[in-house]
């Protein structure tokens, strides 16, 4: 629904994911969250055909206390605030009720979810389409 993963013309480009009209919509949305909320950075996603990883960073050093912004949001204020927004423009919910959330809290735990996501594209092509 959200796209689908491209293998690439050779082997020096990595497989992605050529988003649909919906996947384009989420990024959209996805890519706005740093300006909706000034204490969060996203730092990495990937948009799968049926899924997201988003790799947020929380830091209300960023935040700049005189704006109108929302400075202090919950993940759980975020990832709904993002399935809404979506799910407004489309004009239907394609979304679970839940989602998975990890704490990270080390650079080697950073490093690890940084490269999971990057690399899912690709073990998307090598499991035939089974979550990652």
């Not at 990937?46 to 993940?75: E, Q, W, Y």
């Not at 979506?86 to 919910?93: A, N, P």
């Not at 704490?103 to 499991?127: C, H, M, Q, T």
Request: aromatic share 10%; net charge negative; with cysteine.
């Amino acid at each position: 629904m959200l796209g689908s993963v491209d293998v690439g013309r050779d082997a020096h480009i990595p497989p992605q994911t050529i988003l649909s009209q919906i996947g384009r919509v989420a990024e959209k949305y996805i890519l706005n969250i740093e300006k909706a909320y000034e204490s969060i950075k996203v730092e990495n996603y990937v948009i799968m055909p049926n899924h997201i990883h988003l790799l947020l960073l929380f830091d209300s050093s960023l935040c700049d206390d005189g704006g109108m912004k929302a400075s202090r949001p919950t993940l759980h204020t975020v990832v709904r605030s993002l399935k809404t927004m979506v799910t407004k423009e489309i004009g239907q919910s394609i979304w679970q009720d839940s989602y998975f959330d990890r704490v990270i809290d080390s650079v080697e735990g950073y490093e690890e979810v940084w490269e999971y996501i990057e690399e899912n594209p690709y073990k998307w092509l090598l499991n035939k389409g089974e979550d990652y």
